[in-house]
């Protein structure tokens, strides 16, 4: 492939950066409603960039929340297409004092940007429209067709963004979906994500007598609704960390030899983890270590328990309530509705005598996992190591990203995660920042792997 | 025994109600600092009537808390003497504004006298101190030697009533202790109370990572506090319902019998308390009934358990922290620190790994247990067919007083528990009300008692 690119990103490296930093100046954070304008600001930002980079039928479409920003170029040589997803929208700023810089005022120190949204992920959503920028003013054409969709509520659940897609499946037909929204393994080390837990939760409420007793008066002769709860919570596990539920496990796919194998040449210091976190020993499901439990095996956890008194000292209550929130992390092909099924059949099955319990579904998604050896990623793979002269590391995460099973899904493509933020970058948090080596690797690999994919057989 | 000390009694009723009610007028509240000038106003006014009553060496102790007021009369010609004990602090009376008439306004209507105190404790220690009075003004003496105990801080706990019964073990010493401070078994039906379950608490801290985690990224891999907390505490039953902590029940007095019988002669209506407490059925140890269960037996009971997250919704949280405060009921002769020191042992054995268990002791008192056909009882249940025409009925009660245990064991004396109060009139609660008839009746046992109590062998 041509690499002019790389001279018109070096040459243009500074007058990028003063655009990245217009663009991060912004404030749009979408779970703040008085941030309205400042999302549609940002969305109109994001046309005229798109415009400027060459991109075509470049338009905002309303939802029934936040606009998303679509824009294409469809003039490839071969009829391969890439849709490219990503979110202008960012994260509240609170606590603001913890910041070092203002976080919509960037700074760049230490090869670093400061600002809040650097990494996640309006600094990566500006790298894709500055490589397909730098290879039309370089080229005049891209090696395959490429699609952005970009939308402003990522961070608030991205409730408006199926429905959109499922309405607009011609417009965002593409071969492969392109995210940078997930992080390399550390400095130097990239990595793409080709599995993703799915998710399911549930509120688990608990209910005795119908009012608070007296423990004096009544106690030993009524069922307690925290005895209860505990006892379901406690049924939960095996005494091997599995989880006890029958059938949850019925689905998944074990992990092969290769992968186990992959995860362990990763290397993962176990021992500075638990230095890190502050506890003796990790726990989990017996037979897996920390990579495999949280990366490629199912969990039950429970957020949160509450019933009965909290203050200080003994109130000898016994109380008429007890109330849980438990979470799942599901892995493929585990489906969050069967899940929720089987868990409500063994509460009912363990819930002893005297209480009546009742379960609410909240929150679920789908797990998300590509084969590793797909040519789409394949292609990844390549473009990385002309760009970070590295082979990228083959990840999962424990995490879940809902919209990357629901687009694969509905559009049925396979996803490439190719993010190139740091773990350590503060998303979420305080001094949110980006490395300037990853922006620029990034470019890099981003117009590398247009070139990579142009060459897969379809 | 002569009866014109009914006579005296029955001509004088409305003098001692407008005495009573002057008495329920004075905001006697122990919990609040506020009321610091009613409670010495109140311990005033009981000398004022003691001495009125004729009885002597009347005085104000100072304690470290609120002061404890003291008489007595040892004239009498056998030497048997009766301790008698009760508090003149109440409750605080929130919320307000459920009280019919104000809580500091004495009304009396359909036969009750509606009042804070009325009938805890205010209104019966009253009643010892009138009946003291018919006798003495009737027949110039009394059937045996009394003193009166009667204390400010029954409300907060007693906190100085130990070390001032400790201090003063020769003014306090007598043959027995009698307390009208329990309920009767219904209207009509009279009752004496022969045990008390003893109290243990304790707090258990669960503490996993160093912070809060996110369920995605740690979930599975390292250990949940919430999930070793009812693992902890699911611990502590069995499948029957009995406590499964080593060495609970090893000092447990069983049930006779005979006690067992009488319980059941008592024909408690299981079908009317599921139907007030809105539950389907009752559940507790096997092999007992409800009344057994909460009279008799110990138990365990979680009073509150807290962790993660408490909000609407989810959040995939993996909390840093686990809590629950648990309490026992103890029926003799198990001893409350023991106690402790086997739910500590059983805690930390039943501890998962990867999480740290400290446990906090609480309050705790010792449970209390008369042989129900000691002389002194029997006395009494003489003294209430006299008054009552009806056999009192002889009861146990699953809440714990600390203090009759500790009165009992610090003076090695019997106690009688002789209450006047029904199970509905509200004591802790807004509308306190005592029944007039048993304010009658109840003076009448207290005479014959006395009158009773001087007939028995020592």
Chains 1, 2 share one sequence.
């Not at 970009?150 to 499946?169: R, T």
């Amino acid at each position: 492939m041509n690499q002019s690119y790389r001279t018109y990103l070096e040459k243009n490296r500074d007058a990028h950066l003063s655009e990245l930093r217009e663009f991060l100046s912004i404030p749009s954070i979408s779970a703040l409603s008085a941030h309205k304008s400042d999302i549609k600001r940002t969305a109109e930002w994001l046309v005229n960039a798109l415009q400027a980079a060459g991109l075509e039928n470049v338009q905002i479409i309303s939802t029934e929340g936040n606009p998303i920003v679509y824009a294409d170029w469809m003039h490839a040589e071969n009829d391969v297409t890439a849709l490219i997803y990503g979110h202008y929208d960012v994260q509240p700023v609170d606590p603001l004092e913890l910041w070092q810089t203002p976080p919509f005022e960037p700074d760049i120190r230490d090869g670093k940007i400061y600002a809040r949204g650097a990494t996640d992920d309006k600094g990566q959503v500006f790298m894709h429209i500055k490589a397909v920028e730098a290879l039309l003013k370089t080229e005049g054409k891209l090696p395959v067709n490429v699609k952005f969709c970009i939308e402003g509520e990522e961070e608030v659940g991205s409730p408006n963004l199926e429905p959109f897609v499922e309405k607009h499946k011609d417009m965002l037909a593409a071969d492969v979906l392109v995210i940078s929204d997930t992080p390399m393994l550390e400095k130097g080390k990239p990595a793409i994500c080709y599995g993703l837990r799915g998710l399911c939760a549930m509120q688990i409420d608990v209910k005795g007598a119908n009012g608070d007793l007296h423990s004096g008066i009544y106690g030993g002769g009524i069922a307690n609704p925290l005895h209860a709860l505990s006892e379901i919570l406690a049924s939960f596990h095996d005494k091997n960390g599995k989880v006890a539920i029958e059938g949850f496990y019925d689905k998944v796919k074990p992990l092969t030899k290769e992968e186990r194998q992959a995860f362990r040449d990763l290397k993962y210091d176990e021992e500075a983890l638990k230095k890190e976190l502050g506890v003796n020993e990790l726990y989990g499901e017996e037979g897996f270590n920390f990579l495999e439990r949280t990366w490629a095996r199912p969990t039950l956890e429970i957020n949160g328990m509450y019933g009965g008194f909290q203050g200080e000292g003994i109130k000898t209550v016994l109380p008429s309530e007890a109330h849980a929130k438990i979470s799942c992390r599901l892995v493929a092909d585990q489906d969050p509705a069967e899940i929720q099924d089987l868990i409500e059949r063994h509460v009912h099955k363990h819930t002893p005598p005297g209480v009546q319990v009742s379960l609410t579904r909240m929150d679920s998604g789908r797990p998300f996992q590509m084969p590793y050896n797909h040519p789409v990623i394949q292609a990844a793979m390549r473009a990385y190591e002309k760009a970070y002269n590295a082979t990228p590391a083959l990840t999962r995460m424990g995490g879940s990203i809902p919209i990357v099973e629901g687009f694969s899904r509905l559009l049925n493509i396979p996803v490439v995660l190719m993010g190139f933020g740091l773990p350590g970058e503060n998303f979420h948090a305080p001094n949110e920042h980006f490395h300037l080596e990853n922006f620029d690797k990034g470019m890099i690999t981003i117009c590398e792997y247009w070139g990579e994919l142009s060459q897969i057989k379809q």
